[in-house]
């Protein structure tokens, strides 16, 4: 039988945790859980991250999660600090959680103790991750290999709109009463989870798929990948949408999780190019974010114009090798390669986008 913490969350079991305190540090202690995971794991994911690729849904969803699956927990006073979740092998580990925020310190604290718990692994992997500096105490290498657009979202849309160029407001206010003008049944609303249907979240990728062929482009999104997205965002997404006619002409799907807001597709008919309405669709969920009193919005990876123009700014995703020592950095050639390698072609990716 579980019992309740002061902070709500249930005291820990004995069974399958081996816990780590350090002497330098008392007020940190350190758990591992191995699977079935407890069930307040996922909760304390998101409270601490706050990111839609550290949530159970989009692990599940994406095929991560497996028996295989361990957690570690840190715990400051008594409080979750920090969740981590990772895949062990025979001399590595893979961390499943990206797109999120990692100090120097707790990366520290996570390879002390999963090093010290498990004398076989050799490194550490991480992908996706934003982080400032490795740890000293350990050999690590670090390379972008992607990027989120970030906007940090003021207290009103008068403050969003005052800290965008003239020409993007002007741009804006223009666009906007073009299209209302052009199209008196111009709407725009935002749906959440339950209501929407499959069949919208579709339209919106077809979109996408449409002016990818009129550009002459290829379609970026695989069959798989369309797949987890539909899934996701019948879990916890949220639907943007600008109708004409009752009909859907634009969209954004998105995800939210503890007032982030990730976009993950914007599209709308080539029909209605002149009209700019993946533009206006994008700033009008921008606007919707900031009354919902949202702290952030994520455009995500890809280099394009409008990202900058509405006030997001390059924040860059890692990847992350440490190593437990110097023996170890060299005897994994392999590492080394496969980590120039992605550095290469994510560098390859940026000179290709507008």
Not at 141 to 167: E, G
Request: hydrophobic share 40%.
């Amino acid at each position: 039988m579980s019992h309740q913490t002061l902070t709500g969350e249930p005291s820990v079991p004995a069974i399958d945790i081996h816990r780590l305190a350090r002497a330098k540090d008392p007020g940190l202690a350190t758990e591992f859980h191995r699977w079935p995971l407890p069930d307040y794991i996922w909760p304390a994911l998101e409270r601490c991250y706050r990111s839609s690729y550290c949530t159970e849904s989009q692990l599940r969803i994406s095929g991560s999660l497996t028996p295989r699956i361990e957690a570690w927990v840190a715990r400051r006073d008594g409080c979750i600090s920090a969740v981590i979740l990772f895949d062990r092998y025979h001399d590595h580990v893979r961390v499943l959680n990206e797109v999120f925020v990692l100090s120097e310190q707790v990366l520290g604290d996570f390879a002390e103790a999963v090093f010290g718990l498990y004398p076989k692994l050799r490194v550490i992997r991480l992908r996706a991750v934003k982080i400032d500096a490795l740890p000293k105490q350990y050999i690590g290498l670090s390379a972008d290999i992607s990027d989120d657009y970030r906007l940090k979202l003021p207290a009103s849309t008068d403050q969003w709109y005052r800290s965008l160029s003239a020409r993007t407001r002007e741009k804006l206010r223009y666009y906007l009463r073009r299209a209302q003008q052009r199209m008196p049944t111009f709407s725009f609303r935002t749906l959440g989870t339950n209501e929407f249907n499959l069949a919208q979240i579709k339209q919106i990728i077809q979109f996408n798929r449409a002016r990818m062929q009129v550009k002459g482009k290829r379609f970026g999104m695989s069959a798989m990948e369309e797949h987890q997205i539909c899934q996701i965002m019948l879990e916890r997404g949220q639907l943007s949408i600008i109708e004409i006619d009752g009909k859907p002409c634009a969209g954004l799907l998105c995800t939210s999780v503890g007032g982030e807001v990730f976009m993950h597709v914007i599209a709308h008919d080539p029909t209605y190019d002149d009209l700019r309405l993946g533009l206006l669709c994008c700033a009008l969920t921008i606007e919707d974010a900031i009354a919902k009193g949202c702290q952030q919005f994520h455009f995500l990876w890809g280099r394009y114009d409008y990202k900058t123009r509405l006030g997001g700014e390059r924040e860059a995703l890692a990847q992350v090798f440490v190593f437990r020592d110097l023996s170890a950095f060299i005897q994994r050639p392999g590492d080394l390669v496969a980590h120039a390698l992605a550095s290469a072609r994510a560098w390859v990716r940026r000179q290709r986008q507008p």
